[in-house]
């Protein structure tokens, strides 16, 4: 996820591809999230086993939650601002790849995750391997946005696959802050 965020970002910020832009951003709060999520598996209680979480874990899960609600605040303002403005978006050969690379390992990802939840019973690795789908739609938004640009120079479809990145990252956003 760190090497996904890092390329993301830098290829969305040269490209100035909101869509990609905002994947990479959200590559680096699902990283968090599983920063937690790895935490709690290696020191969990039998409190924590029945589900409930520790102070700082809620706390993280919040803090992702906000970060979240950001992330969309920012891809709202941006993606008005690009359509209004007609900022056009470069083609970015990078970021197409990286999406279909991001498909790819996340639907690997995805299986290993619930499989391995399954083996452990834990509810917050079932849990994780969701966040693994909702990257998986989110790098095909992405890249159906990144293709339409580069391929046929539909501009704004850039934007409006950012747009379309807000209804996975509400729902992210929503479960981060009812888990805290």
Known sequence: MLVEGVIAVGAGVI??????????????IELFSAAVVLHRLLERTADEERGSLTG???????????????LIAYI????????????RPQASPVGIGLSVA???VMAILWRWRLTLAD???SPALRADAACSVVCLY???????????????GLWWADPLAGLALIWWIRGEAN????AG
């Open 15 to 28: 490209a100035h591809s909101l869509a990609l832009t905002g994947f990479g951003i959200d590559s680096f």
């Open 56 to 70: 700082g874990e809620r706390r993280a899960s919040r803090m992702v939650g906000w970060a979240l609600y950001a």
């Open 76 to 87: 709202v303002l941006a993606a008005g601002a690009g359509l209004l403005f007609g900022l």
């Open 102 to 104: 991001s498909i790819v």
């Open 119 to 121: 083996r452990l019973g």
């Open 138 to 152: 989110m790098a095909g938004a992405t890249l159906v946005g990144l293709v339409l640009n580069g391929a046929f």
């Open 175 to 178: 479960e981060a802050l009812e």
